[in-house]
């Protein structure tokens, strides 16, 4: 993070100060976004295709293109049309998990029906010297965190003594996501380095987001990934940027705009994301 110092006039500082008692926005965070507006760059800001509801209904129609996404984050998660395996945005680079683990390098014509991306620049950092499992690495990053109420970004650097992901398969449009993913294969990888990469959402996000924390996995070498059901490591470094915007790509394909999206996604989003027991 870097520190501006600068001078404006009385009348600027006045509307100012006007404008961020009438938002209750923080003046760092009025600045900021007036200067990215400017550059026509994003700030802070998590830019999502689609709906979590919409994926649970089975709307897989590819809806953006990655080239698009690209535009919009560096950092990242999400999946390829049809269902067809795992997106993980790491340093701009977008890659596809296939179900047969297999990685691949993502050109910008790829379409997804479901993704989220930011512009990650971290202003939050700490470092996990054991983590025996997920829930000790999430419940780390819960001491990081300021609210229960906005979103966050977070990247998780290291060597793994143990990763447990899964990669979805294919799948036809309309088949329920909680039916694709009774067959996802599973991937296990054993003293490997390698970046987490997600998304910790509010509760109240069910909706349109998977509430609670959402993370993929890339091997260093960019050979393995997939979205993480377990781990293990030591020496962890955890980053964390927290969302002030949220951006939503609602698709106009017609699966979409005729899909049920009424429905509670929570149990079925429970059972595609976590590990089974």
Not at 8 to 14: A, K, N, Q, T, V
Not at 173 to 179: D, F, I, S
Request: hydrophobic share 40%; net charge negative; glycine share 8%.
């Amino acid at each position: 993070m870097h520190e501006l110092n600068c001078k404006i006039s009385d009348g600027l500082w006045d509307a100012l100060h006007d404008h961020m008692r009438a938002s209750g926005e923080p003046l760092r965070h009025i600045i900021a976004t007036a200067i990215a507006q400017h550059l026509d760059l994003t700030h802070r800001t998590l830019f999502q295709v689609s709906t979590s509801s919409a994926l649970v209904e089975g709307v897989y129609q590819g809806a953006v293109t990655v080239g698009l996404l690209r535009r919009h984050g560096n950092l990242g998660l999400g999946t390829f049309e049809m269902l067809d395996g795992e997106m993980v945005v790491v340093d701009g680079d977008f890659y596809q998990v296939k179900s047969d683990g297999s990685v691949h390098s993502v050109g910008d014509s790829i379409l997804t029906p479901f993704a989220a991306v930011t512009q990650f620049e971290p202003d939050a950092s700490g470092d996990l010297d054991d983590c025996p499992n997920l829930a000790a690495l999430t419940a780390r990053f819960d001491t990081m965190r300021g609210s229960q109420n906005v979103f966050y970004a977070l990247r998780v650097d290291g060597r793994f003594d143990h990763i447990l992901t899964r990669a979805m398969c294919k799948t036809e449009e309309g088949v329920p996501l909680a039916q694709a993913a009774s067959t996802q294969p599973e991937f296990e990888f054993d003293d490997i380095d390698g970046t987490l990469v997600g998304f910790w959402s509010p509760e109240y996000a069910k909706a349109f987001n998977v509430p609670g924390y959402h993370l993929h996995f890339i091997s260093a070498d960019r050979k393995h990934g997939g979205h993480l059901l377990q781990c293990r490591g030591v020496n962890l470094k955890l980053q964390m940027e927290t969302e002030a915007n949220v951006q939503v790509a609602l698709p106009e394909t017609e699966d979409f705009l005729k899909a049920d999206l009424a429905k509670d996604p929570t149990a079925a989003l429970k059972f595609a994301e976590n590990e089974r027991k």
